[in-house]
């Protein structure tokens, strides 16, 4: 899969641009607060129909316009694609071959992309809800049925969070039967949400495993071990985690009540990354918790080629400065003449690869791209 031809209006600090990408290798080069990570974020955009950065929307339309338009021309195995997505006060409009997609799940899956940035090295160190985050939107990618159960599991978590507090704060009085009736529907989307997390971590600690061994010149072996909130487990079935759940959501009601929110479930389930068996991110030296971010990125793009027979298009937002020359090397080569990339710096002069003598480079000046 790769862009051909990227099209933003009123994007950020981008006033209109319309840019060609002919080679697999793109670097975006230009000085701090120019707008490199703009346009990286655009691409993102197409892809996903959210930003990265934001959880707000607004944010992405350029000061004083009525609205935001990102707009790709892609090839992938199947032929040409057309994607856009609209940004408004009004909320956000998607259309894939220029018909619109009233669901996003119809939209996203589309165009995969893997991103990596310095905030991605935090993935091993960082809080539990980073790691949900990569989750959630590597799945939402390749599993559409995915994105579905999660955001039916998250409609649910807010009215019934809601509700809690509203008993906590004594402003409704505790009717059992309507904590009966959320917390079923809460259960049916949860298992589903748990049950294909094991089966992504199972293929991702497969191709993760390989790289890691790689990288470490296999000194080192790598696990990726989901850690639920919940007492359920990998080799429990559907109906079993099911029943598992109402029983703990029952114990726990008294204690939700008085706490004013949902103890268990996938919102607050976690990763264990082991290296050798140890918990790298309290064991790991710094060096090996970037292995293990780099090998969780790398693994990511294999897995998205196996699924969906096309490998994703590859964005690193200012992170080759970020890691050494080892693992600089590792990534450039293991990306080489097989993914479409783009590149964000501030100079290339750090990074000797062949790869980057042979990328097309774009210079950007406050959202002017030369």
């Not at 006033?15 to 707008?35: C, H, P, T, Y």
């Not at 990569?134 to 159960?149: A, R, S, V």
């Not at 690869?353 to 406050?366: G, P, Q, S």
């Amino acid at each position: 899969m790769h862009i051909n031809t990227l099209t933003i209006k009123d994007y950020r600090n981008y006033k209109e641009l319309s840019i060609d990408f002919k080679n697999r290798v793109n670097v975006i080069l230009g000085e701090n607060a120019q707008g490199k990570t703009n346009l990286m974020e655009a691409i993102y955009v197409l892809a996903l129909a959210k930003s990265h950065r934001t959880p707000r929307d607004k944010e992405l339309i350029r000061w004083d316009q009525p609205f935001a338009k990102v707009e790709g021309h892609l090839t992938n195995r199947n032929g040409p694609l057309h994607m856009e997505v609209v940004f408004s006060n009004k909320g956000k409009k998607v259309k894939l071959n220029h018909i619109e997609k009233k669901r996003l799940s119809d939209y996203i899956g589309s165009c995969n992309i893997v991103m990596f940035a310095p905030e991605d090295l935090t993935l091993v160190k960082g809080s539990p809800q980073v790691r949900r985050r990569f989750l959630d939107m590597e799945m939402g990618q390749i599993y559409n049925i995915y994105l579905y159960h999660l955001s039916q599991y998250h409609k649910v978590l807010k009215q019934r969070n809601q509700w809690l507090k509203d008993v906590q704060q004594r402003k409704i009085n505790a009717d059992a039967t309507m904590l009966e009736v959320m917390t079923e529907q809460l259960v049916q989307s949860a298992a589903q949400v748990i049950t294909k997390r094991y089966e992504f971590l199972e293929k991702l600690q497969s191709w993760a495993r390989q790289v890691h061994d790689e990288i470490s010149h296999g000194k080192e072996e790598l696990d990726v071990v989901y850690n639920p909130s919940s007492h359920v487990s990998e080799d429990m079935d559907l109906s079993t985690m099911m029943i598992t759940l109402q029983e703990q959501y029952h114990g726990l009601q008294e204690r939700e009540m008085q706490r004013g929110t949902t103890l268990i479930g996938p919102h607050r389930d976690d990763l264990t990354l082991l290296v050798n068996g140890r918990d790298i991110q309290t064991y790991g030296s710094q060096g090996q918790q970037r292995t293990t971010a780099l090998s969780l990125k790398l693994a990511e793009i294999e897995l998205i080629k196996e699924k969906t027979g096309d490998y994703p298009i590859l964005l690193l937002d200012d992170v080759l400065s970020e890691l050494d020359d080892q693992r600089q090397s590792h990534l450039l080569n293991t990306i080489k003449g097989k993914v479409q990339t783009f590149v964000t710096t501030t100079s290339v002069g750090g990074i000797d690869h062949e790869l980057m003598k042979e990328a097309d480079t774009f210079y950007v000046t406050d959202g002017i791209i030369q």
